[in-house]
């Protein structure tokens, strides 16, 4: 259902990472601000991995997703599920220590991330929050499943996901605060930083070259990429709830927040109305007055990100070496075949993951009225707009149902790999 040429790869990627160095530069050198998302924990009861799932809402506020489907599956394949009470809480045994890629759905809902979790003997450890919290998206699932298909990369980052082998009580410093989901404005907009999962040389590793989409009310409203050290910036958003996905080599995220203005934060703290003169509002009582000054997640690794929520089988489609598809990847075999139009692709641009359109803007082809994913024209209709268009990932995602909750061992093939044009 995609078809991208090799040659174009090369050609975004290019394209795009000389747009981000010129404009993604927004942290100073040595600044280092805590992530966005809770994703550390150190569980007070061995193996087991407690919180709870939320929808994050205006001026600190949150909503518990009840029934939510959690997995967490670990770098060897192991899936583990649990789900959400009607208070949004989990509680999933047999966690072992290490680095997962976490997943939460529920009507309408969805969340993705790393997850860490330490072993309590560790030293350092002690610094570590005991329950985690879930920063959800109001985001439904088959978006999400269909830009991994359009947005991920033929191939996985080779960088292997691994807890840090000392100084737990340094990384402490960098991961953990309570300012969960709340981001303050930057000149009118959003900043933020993708890392990796895990850490590489007991610190954080930039996601580069990674796809970013800004959501809102099931709409896509901003795009960008990040740069070669995982930083981003969006212009011009203004303040209110919004969901950020991000897609690319070294893998997945999306999670709900809050953007506040800096008029708003001057409120609140002009405001105090609780104990100890700090504002606490919302579900799980959020300090208002408290807000990260820019994004920060650490995406859910690759490959088994892949692997949505429950069972996720991936299918290696066939590489078309030649014929009427010129050697293109092809998706559920030769779309030619079955009457969809083949295209140009440096004639039109990239559609939106989130609506209609697909690859193919110019109102033909993919999305432009018919084929996959339905209406909608393009990103920009030829201009990329800083979003890198990368190779239809190797596979079909096609979500199955498991109600078995115990672990279950999934080895996914090797990617398949664009044909040479």
């Known amino acids: ?24 530069t927004v942290q100073p050198a040595g600044t280092l601000t805590p992530l966005t998302l809770s994703q550390w924990v150190c569980p007070s009861d061995a193996d087991t991995l407690v919180g709870r799932v939320i929808l ?13 489907k959690i997995a967490l599956l670990s770098g060897d394949g192991k899936a583990i599920h649990g789900q959400t009470n009607e208070l949004g809480e989990f509680r999933i045994e047999n966690v072992l220590p290490g680095v997962y890629s976490l ?12 997850m860490h979790v330490i072993n309590a003997a560790s030293d350092g450890a002690s610094e570590f929050p005991s329950e985690v919290e879930i920063a959800a998206a109001n985001v439904d699932y088959t978006m999400v499943k269909t830009a991994m298909i359009r947005y991920l990369p033929p191939t996985a980052s080779e960088s292997v996901s691994r807890l840090p082998d000392a100084q737990y009580g340094e990384i402490a410093k960098r991961v953990c605060s309570d300012q969960h989901f709340r981001v303050l404005q930057s000149e009118g907009g959003l900043k933020g930083v993708i890392h990796l999962a895990g850490t590489q040389d007991n610190d954080l590793a930039g996601a580069n070259l990674t796809n970013i989409f800004i959501v809102k009310d099931g709409e896509m409203i901003a795009r960008t990429v990040t740069d070669q050290e995982g930083n981003f910036r969006v212009s011009s958003i203004p303040a209110g709830e919004y969901a950020l996905m991000a897609i690319g080599s070294g893998g997945v995220g999306l999670a709900g927040f809050e953007l506040v203005s800096e008029a708003d934060l001057t409120d609140a703290e002009s405001n105090p109305s609780s104990e100890n003169g700090k504002q606490l509002i919302g579900l799980f009582k959020h300090r208002r007055k408290n807000c990260c000054t820019c994004f920060e997640m650490q995406v859910a690794p690759m490959p088994e990100v892949v692997q949505c929520v429950e069972e996720v089988v991936i299918e290696q489609a066939p590489v078309v070496a ?12 030769c779309g030619c075949q079955e009457g969809v139009v083949g295209i140009d692709p440096y004639a039109g641009g990239f559609g939106d993951p989130l609506a209609g359109g697909a690859y193919g803007g110019g109102g033909g ?12 024209g393009g990103f920009g209709g030829g201009d990329m707009g800083g979003l890198i268009g990368l190779a239809a990932i190797g596979g079909i995602i096609a979500a199955t149902t498991n109600n078995d909750d115990n672990p279950t061992i999934i080895i996914p093939p090797t990617p398949a790999t664009p044909a040479s044009p």
Do not use: H, Q, W
Not at 56 to 68: H, M, T
Not at 103 to 114: P, Y
Not at 324 to 332: K, L
């Open 365 to 376: 082809g993919y999305g432009g009225g018919g084929g996959y994913g339905g209406g909608g």
């Open 56 to 68: 994050p809402s205006v001026n600190g506020e949150a909503k518990a997703i009840a029934n939510a």
């Open 322 to 333: 030649d014929g009427c598809c010129g050697g293109e990847v092809i998706m559920d075999g």
């Open 1 to 24: 259902m995609r078809l991208l040429v090799a040659g174009f790869m090369l050609f975004a990627v290019s394209f795009s990472s000389a747009r981000a160095a010129d404009s993604n």
């Open 103 to 114: 997943t939460a759905k529920a009507e309408n809902v969805f969340a993705c991330c790393a």
